[in-house]
């Protein structure tokens, strides 16, 4: 149980395209997912918390017009990356936290999607 | 907010037992604390999670002092294929009032035969 997937797992798009990635928590409810960026041998760095039913909140230095986010079920997130630049390209992995969970710290997280901008 | 100090990376041979310790002197009482392993280009998976004193499952061992600022992760007798990266967390209360997970810099366990 507990399973998050996300789609697409690598994408590689032109300068400029907007890009959307999609999570999904496969067998539970999901309030509450995180959206977090990772370059290569870096630690995940928290782009922004979904709320189901409400906007997101969004991490200092992160611009909301660029990413936008979407929690529109108990069970999917989108992460939209727009007009994507080369700078944009980076490893983006989400996680979901059960509703029904005790303890906030139990999250679930995806497998990632590697996002190339050329 | 609470911060987690790791090691940056450790070296170990298979078959040895790995101890991998974290502080978190800023944790709050009701904060769980919770161990992460991450492979390159993947997720990453929950290894345990504990609150207090002595968490084992079939994997790990989590060792949480009394005061609770610092936690230890155990892995016994390594493979090869524990390779990876270790995260140690703690929550962060979030500007919504809800919780968030922040992730330190991570421990890079090199496991050699």
């Known amino acids: 149980g507990a399973v998050v997937s996300q789609h697409p797992s690598r994408v590689i798009c032109k300068s400029g395209t907007s890009v959307k990635i999609e999570c999904r928590s496969l067998d539970f409810q999901a309030t509450t997912m995180f959206w977090y960026r990772q370059f290569p041998k870096q630690s995940l760095m928290l782009m922004a918390t979904s709320n189901e039913g409400s906007k997101a909140t969004y991490e200092q230095g992160v611009e909301k017009d660029k990413f936008l986010i979407n929690h529109a079920s108990l069970t999917l997130s989108t992460l939209t990356v727009t007009s994507a630049h080369p700078e944009d390209s980076s490893f983006y992995i989400c996680?979901?936290?059960?509703?029904?969970?005790?303890?906030?710290?139990?999250?679930?997280f995806g497998p990632g999607t590697r996002l190339t901008v050329l | 907010l609470a911060k987690t100090t790791q090691p940056i990376s450790m070296d170990s041979y298979e078959g040895q037992e790995v101890n991998i310790t974290c502080s978190h002197n800023?944790?709050?009482?009701?904060?769980?604390i919770t161990w992460y392993q991450q492979f390159p280009s993947q997720g990453p998976r929950f290894i345990i999670q504990?609150?207090?004193t002595k968490v084992t499952n079939e994997v790990a061992s989590l060792f949480i002092p009394a005061d609770r600022k610092s936690s230890t992760l155990s892995l016994p007798r390594v493979s090869l294929s524990d390779t990876a990266v270790y995260y140690c967390l703690v929550g962060v209360s979030g500007n919504t009032g809800g919780f968030k997970t922040i992730f330190g810099a991570g421990t890079r366990l090199f496991v050699k035969a």
């Open positions: 996680s979901a936290r059960d509703r029904w969970s005790g303890s906030y710290n139990e999250q679930f």
């Open positions: 504990g609150y207090k």
């Open positions: 800023n944790i709050a009482t009701n904060d769980y």
